[in-house]
């Protein structure tokens, strides 16, 4: 009897040594600011750290898609809430895309940033060089979700491919019945491993966040904040407001939650992006705390994966505000009639990027070189404040996408809305040491009949 009092204590003790963790985060990302500033050079010098660092956690966002999506649908019976699933979300992403667009339409045209800069050789050029060959156009893009081979899915990184055959999979087991039990247990264990090994790499998150914040500082400097800073600081505005209202708004009426109170328990994930400029980096954990708040795995694991493909709301206020920036930049501002073309053309042309590397950068420069050629010179005006920008960006992305992933479990009436009161509330807390709720050691068990939907266990 006495060993129940000591059961609680020990992760108590494990979640108290990640509260150090993201402390030293903090205090990396203060020194690394300072390195940026006084000393330049050194700290583009640092950026391997923060590249680094992001490559380990890409490392295993295949293979935790994978699993999650597995479990989820092979452990439904109903393959249509699958499908209604990824209709909704799929809608949903562009509809909210559609509003983003609008949203940064109307501020970009009531600050007019761009006016009054001059372009030199030098800037067309390297607006020039930002044009990415990696963009597909739709059909190509379709058909790149196809890998060559089962499992060159998992070795080229490339999520939607993972997604595929994540799917594929799922339905596979879901069709075997009780004969792929089995496989189900292989691949829960399969998943512990995988979080397990995530939470060591989150370890070496202080040195990620130290290069990748060093390098930013030290690339762009002071001199690129002072002449672009009406554009910056409109972007981050226009980011918080379509996020707190339009984000905030939905989530209170739809799922009756407070918005501050979600981000509250996505803190350490919203630290992880602003210290590594990367909305990848913490794809993994938004799963993971997805799964934890009551959201089922099927909708955790298709909402979330297809999110970070298509529902880029800051991408989308990133190249609404950057193309009037940079057409009111070269003299050629654009009329209403012109805009509305251009926009409705980058969100399509950022879906064909989708996973592009900096793909917010690439997208419009490859965007506008399609649509709008002569604009493509303007490009390299905001280079230098890209990657502030990408912060934003990022974000904003990541906001999104985990709201989305609460309305469509909501929608779909597949969230545990007593759950996600306990957890929101600090009741049910997240361990950070597996990553995964393991109240039992034993593997997910099929339902025998039914079972039209399974909700994250405690």
């Given at each position: ?337 012109e805009q509305i073309p251009l926009l409705l053309f980058l969100l399509l042309a950022s879906k064909g990027a989708a996973g592009v590397s900096g793909a ?99």
């Amino acid at each position: 009897m006495t060993t129940t009092p000591t059961a609680p204590a020990a992760p108590a003790a494990k979640r108290d040594r990640t509260h150090y963790l993201y402390i030293a985060v903090i205090i990396a990302v203060a020194l690394g600011i300072a390195v940026g500033l006084i000393w330049p050079d050194a700290g583009i010098e640092l950026k391997p750290l923060g590249t680094g660092f992001v490559n380990l956690i890409k490392m295993m966002i295949s293979p935790i898609i994978f699993c999650t999506i597995v479990l989820g649908i092979g452990s439904v019976r109903k393959a249509a809430k699958v499908g209604a699933v990824g209709g909704i979300a799929l809608g949903y992403f562009l509809v909210m895309s559609l509003v983003a667009l609008g949203i940064g339409l109307v501020v970009g045209n009531i600050l007019h940033p761009g006016d009054g800069l001059h372009i030199t050789d030098a800037i067309k050029a390297s607006g020039h060089d930002q044009v990415s060959a990696d963009a597909l156009p739709p059909v190509d893009f379709v058909l790149s979700i196809i890998p060559l081979t089962f499992v060159s899915a998992f070795t080229e990184g490339q999520v939607l491919q993972t997604l595929l055959i994540a799917l594929l999979a799922g339905f596979a087991l879901q069709a075997m019945g009780s004969t792929g039990q089995p496989i189900l247990r292989g691949v829960e264990h399969i998943q512990r491993l995988v979080f397990r090994i995530l939470a060591m790499v989150m370890w070496a998150a202080p040195i990620g966040a130290f290069g990748a914040i060093a390098a930013v500082v030290g690339s762009a400097g002071v001199d690129a904040l002072k002449s672009l800073a009406v554009l910056m600081l409109g972007f981050y505005v226009t980011c918080v407001l379509f996020v707190f209202i339009v984000l905030g708004l939905m989530l209170r009426l739809i799922a009756g939650l407070n918005i501050f109170v979600l981000f509250k328990y996505l803190a350490r994930e919203f630290l992880l992006i602003l210290s590594t400029s990367s909305s990848e980096s913490a794809l993994p954990r938004l799963i993971a705390k997805m799964e934890h708040l009551g959201v089922s795995k099927p909708v955790v694991g298709i909402t979330v994966p297809t999110g970070y493909s298509f529902n880029l709301d800051g991408t989308m206020i990133y190249m609404t505000m950057a193309s009037l920036y940079i057409a009111d930049a070269l003299g050629t501002p654009m009329s209403i009639g012109e805009q509305i073309p251009l926009l409705l053309f980058l969100l399509l042309a950022s879906k064909g990027a989708a996973g592009v590397s900096g793909a917010g950068l690439a997208t419009l420069a490859g965007g506008l070189q399609s649509h709008k050629p002569a604009l493509v010179d303007g490009v390299g005006l905001i280079v230098g404040i890209d990657r502030f920008m990408s912060e934003a960006r990022a974000l904003t992305n990541f906001a999104g996408n985990a709201v989305a992933t609460v309305l469509i479990g909501t929608w779909t009436k597949e969230i545990d809305n007593e759950r996600v009161r306990q957890v929101l509330a600090g009741d049910l807390p997240f361990d950070e040491t597996t990553l995964l709720d393991e109240g039992d050691d034993a593997p997910v068990e099929l339902p025998e009949q039914g079972g039209e939907k399974e909700l994250a266990k405690a």
